[in-house]
């Protein structure tokens, strides 16, 4: 089994940053793809960002040039720098460890962005 503890979300201003963490525990096969996800009040879950176990990325449009994702392996943790920050980025965010056979989700963190 694994968990997934996120980190790092709160309240930041219109062209500001935040980092997001999540430290992953547990059963974890070292071939993994990691990533987060967010959802906006009354919108669907998207993807922000994904990486895999050997640094492979993919950005959601939105995300490309703004956001960072990267991952420890030595710490299971992955990673998500977020610079100018915009309203729209403002929902919770999940962290996402996904292998060939399962998935698993944390339990969200809040990103709310003022303008």
């Known amino acids: 089994q694994v968990q997934l503890v996120e980190s790092g979300g709160g309240l930041a201003q219109a062209g500001g940053s935040l980092r997001l963490s999540c430290q992953a525990s547990g059963s974890i096969f070292s071939a993994n793809v990691m990533g987060w996800y967010r959802q906006a009040p009354g919108k669907e879950r998207e993807l922000v960002a994904t990486i895999t176990t050997f640094g492979g990325t993919i950005y959601a449009t939105s995300a490309r040039g703004r956001f960072t994702i990267s991952r420890d392996n030595d710490k299971n943790t992955v990673y998500l720098q977020m610079n100018s920050l915009k309203p729209e980025d403002a929902a919770v965010y999940y962290c996402?460890?996904?292998?060939?056979?399962?998935?698993?989700w944390g339990q969200g963190t809040q990103v709310t962005v003022s303008s």
């Open positions: 996402k460890l996904e292998t060939a056979n399962n998935e698993n």
